[in-house]
């Protein structure tokens, strides 16, 4: 199975732009890199995904290195509402079917 | 339009009991996929099932089963319960292969 690495905790101000950073150096052509946050006592939202080019939407923006080995979620302007944890993700195609590895997650914490 | 609903909320069962735990998708979502993240730690992939079969499954052993009903439905049953099966379980719907909409969970303790 392709994994995920993401530091655990990350601290931003409000009003400044957060990059968070995920690793996946095992993850093969076919994998989509989504990212999905948690805001305490909620399910996970889904946030962004891309393949290989440089995905934007309202909510963030993804940058995906060229090798795909890595990739960036940038929140451009940090609130307290972004506080949560995000999960970067790959979407695994194997023997037929899909699979969702999950990484450990990085606490975002926003200063006001 | 109505999200992703799961229950009970809360379950407490004993060692050895078995846990039924029921997630209703999104109306016009036909995939399901149940995840277990317990206490302080990450979310784990338990079970995807789609258009009423299962698709794919984590590393979990096989007391942790489910089904898809015709309705799209989900129901998660945790045989032979052990302590280190209480966690928060839960439940999202997608259609297709696209975004994934979760429910609030359902808290299972085990005593």
């Known amino acids: 199975d392709a994994k995920t690495t993401q530091p655990n905790s990350m601290e931003s101000n409000e009003e400044e732009p957060v990059h968070l950073p995920c690793n996946h150096s095992?993850?093969?052509?076919?994998?989509?890199i989504h990212w999905y946050r948690q805001l305490p006592s909620q399910g996970p939202e889904y946030v962004i995904h891309g393949l290989t080019s440089n995905v934007n939407n309202r909510m963030a923006s993804l940058a995906i290195a060229e090798d795909r080995k890595s990739s960036t979620l940038i929140l451009h302007r940090a609130t307290l509402r972004d506080a949560a944890v995000y999960y970067c993700?790959?979407?695994?195609w194997g023997s037929g079917t899909y699979k969702y590895i999950f990484g450990t997650g990085t606490r975002l914490k926003v200063l006001a | 339009e109505a999200g992703v609903t799961q229950s009970p909320t809360h379950l407490i069962k004993t060692r050895g009991q078995q846990a039924t735990l029921r997630c209703s998708p999104i109306s016009g979502h036909t995939s399901v996929y149940w995840y277990q993240q317990a206490l302080g730690l990450g979310l784990q992939f338990l079970l995807w099932y789609d258009e009423g079969e299962e698709r794919n499954r984590g590393n979990f052993p096989p007391r942790f089963s489910g089904r898809q009903f015709p309705n799209y439905s989900s129901e998660l049953n945790v045989n032979a319960l052990e302590l280190e099966d209480s966690a928060l379980y839960l439940c999202a719907s997608s259609w297709g292969q696209g975004e994934q909409f979760f429910g609030p969970g359902t808290r299972l303790t085990v005593l």
């Open positions: 095992t993850i093969s052509g076919t994998d989509y």
């Open positions: 993700i790959l979407r695994e």
